[in-house]
């Protein structure tokens, strides 16, 4: 039985960490880039040092991410017209729904 080189086991943790990294920031892209995500991420971590899997995942991460982020920026907010008897109410009725999904 050999004990590890110390010097391989720091040349491999810093790649280990970002492969770490980069696996849980695939929950930030879209639901529909996963799977190819995770492909990418794969191919990645079988060749750690293979400079071109790891950038081909960085840019599809990236700009999934970013579609994700402007998607999420677009979205519409919801307005309440405080002229209407209800909206006095709009507090209660958001917590009654949140913890009370089913009515």
């Known amino acids: 039985m050999s004990l590890p080189d110390p010097l391989t086991q720091s040349i491999e943790a ?41 950038s081909a995942f960085e840019q599809a991460l990236e700009a999934s991410v970013a579609t994700r982020s402007a998607r999420a920026a677009a979205l519409p907010s919801a307005t309440l017209d405080e002229t209407l008897p209800i909206a006095t109410q709009a507090d209660r009725i958001v917590a009654l729904l949140g913890s009370h999904q089913v009515l």
């Open 14 to 54: 810093p790649g280990k960490a970002a492969l770490a990294t980069a696996r849980r920031a695939i929950d930030g892209a879209l639901t529909r880039d996963r799977g190819r995500l995770q492909g990418l991420w794969s191919r990645w971590n079988a060749k750690a040092s293979d400079t071109a899997a790891r």
